[in-house]
């Protein structure tokens, strides 16, 4: 089983490491960070760099695909190597995952349409207008596309792909080791749950954040 | 305002990053990760790597301090120049932080010394051995030591000290834009709620995981 997560310049770090440190816990499988090119891909901040292992050439046809999101995603929705690679990768792939506006890449590439899907609650609208059905949940299966909402629900994406693969006792093991007990110190993690104040702050920022 | 996440040798991915998308995005300040030496540094798998972009003698006085966990922690216990590092750099730190088991260096470098603090749940027991106080608490301040629980809780921890540093306002801006609504799928993410076999099965095996 082999296990492929995207990077390209602009990604966001915690879409793709929350899957990695629950999904890639799969007994058996190998995990490789693929890019266009190998060596250090910065995220949209620019003081984080991750490695990219092996280019998207090298590692053709794995089992799951895992595609993180960034606020400068619009010229990767243009990047046609990436999008010729996913679909490549989707034509043999098991699973085919993304977090946050990683599900954008996939809906450029045209994976999901007619599909129900999420991403970045920012981002919800742009996914409807590749003819996908946005919706607010936290992850969403639809056959083998498994999409989550934004930056940190890959955990949770993770954890319920681990759980459908391996079991659930695998994957209750893998949120004890992880201690995975979540206390956040405030109730706004959502547009539902946040003051409506800050939704309207970062609604009216977005063309920037997501750009 | 400069923030320091330390790498080293088989670190925990989650550990660093967790706190990085939460308190890195504190306003006006200058996020760096740092090692012994510049360059790609391997976590516990050796599949990831994220890249140190100073070396430790580079940034010798950040205002706070970021001290991951990793299973591979009794070595870097031993290395005199990361705990001399850690020693010099909270001497003039407001906040010295960790996750996972990045506490038992904060301990091994005498920094914990009769302080409440936290680590990962199977690690609790080596921490007392350094005269702390160890508590199952997700997150505990105490001073300006801030010590989180196990690889996924710096996360709280992050946006726990934003909030103190930047207010709650802009946590719970950060909060919304991670989209931290966490809903994980099972309820096993600490030992008092998994199921009492995963737990002792782990503990059986932590011998191996710590190491």
Known sequence: MQIAIVLFDRFTALDAVGPYETLGRLPDAETVFVAEETGPVR???GNLALVADRTLAEVPSPDIVVVPGGPGQTPQMENETLLDWLRTADATSTWTTSVCTG???LAAAGLLGGRRATSHWLALEQLERFGVEPTGERVVTDGKYVTAA?????IDMGLTLLGRIAGDEHARAVQLLTEYDPQPPYDAGSPEK??????EELRARSRFILR
Chains 1, 2 share one sequence.
């Open 43 to 45: 995220n949209e901040s």
């Open 103 to 105: 599900s954008l890449l």
């Open 150 to 154: 934004g930056v940190s629900s890959g």
């Open 194 to 199: 946040a003051p409506a104040h800050l939704v």
